[in-house]
T-cell receptor, first 114, second 112 residues
Framework: DTGVSQDPRHKITKRGQNVTFRCDPISEHNRLYWYRQTLGQGPEFLTY????????KSRLLSDRFSAERPKGSFSTLEIQRTEQGDSAMYLC????????????FGPGTRLLVL | AQSVTQPDIHITVSEGASLELRCNYS??????LFWYVQSPGQGLQLLLKYFSGDTLVQGIKGFEAEFKRSQSSFNLRKPSVHWSDAAEYFC??????????FGKGTSLLVTP
């Protein structure tokens, strides 16, 4: 059983550029979550999917952030017009079933905006 | 506001000594509570979780945690720390069933 994978592991970009991160959950996990972790802080919830449906997105940080999970498998998180304040670790997690389940986290994508 | 607080930013213990990491929660109802560990370059790994029932929860790697409603706490303990336990530890809670609220973490240093 492979764990949650994220790609890329590191991304350096210039301010104003768009970036997209990919997350592949554990197979057969229905729920997929995105979090952001800044230095010295715990992860901060951004959004989550139940299969392909995005059930909570009000905590995305701004309208520059968007996420998709088109076929209910992998997910992408896009940040448009990046700012230096977007520099952080972006974590993906997945969990099985419909009810509360343990969230299994991927290794994260570290973003640096210059 | 619903939150989880970890009062200690850094903890240093000697190898073989006992460990207790503190976690306090602030929720209207009893939340689901978790402890995760994060090592450099690694993802968050679940140590243990509390949903209901027995207030003493056993986890992996010899860790346990005790839920105390009267103190709004969910402290993590280990009787004898190993050098490999050095890492960042996060307490998290939720009553939504999906959005985990994490504390700021406690960095554990283990000395020889």
């Amino acid at each position: 059983d492979t764990g949650v994978s994220q790609d890329p592991r590191h991304k350096i970009t210039k301010r104003g550029q768009n970036v997209t991160f990919r997350c592949d959950p554990i197979s057969e996990h229905n729920r997929l979550y995105w979090y952001r972790q800044t230095l010295g802080q715990g992860p901060e919830f951004l959004t989550y999917f139940q299969n392909e449906a995005q059930l909570e997105k009000s905590r995305l940080l701004s309208d520059r952030f968007s996420a998709e999970r088109p076929k209910g498998s992998f997910s992408t998180l896009e940040i448009q017009r990046t700012e230096q304040g977007d520099s952080a670790m972006y974590l993906c997690a997945s969990s099985p079933g419909l009810s509360l389940g343990t969230q299994y986290f991927g290794p994260g994508t570290r973003l640096l905006v210059l | 506001a619903q939150s989880v607080t970890q009062p200690d930013i850094h903890i240093t213990v000697s190898e073989g000594a006992s460990l207790e990491l503190r976690c306090n929660y602030s929720y209207g109802a009893t939340p689901y509570l978790f402890w995760y560990v994060q090592s450099p370059g690694q993802g968050l790994q679940l140590l243990l979780k509390y949903f209901s029932g027995d207030t003493l929860v056993q986890g992996i790697k010899g860790f346990e945690a005790e839920f105390k409603r009267s103190q709004s706490s969910f402290n993590l303990r280990k009787p004898s720390v190993h050098w490999s336990d050095a890492a960042e530890y996060f307490c998290a809670g939720t009553n939504s069933g999906y959005a985990l609220n994490f504390g700021k973490g406690t960095s554990l240093l283990v000395t020889p």
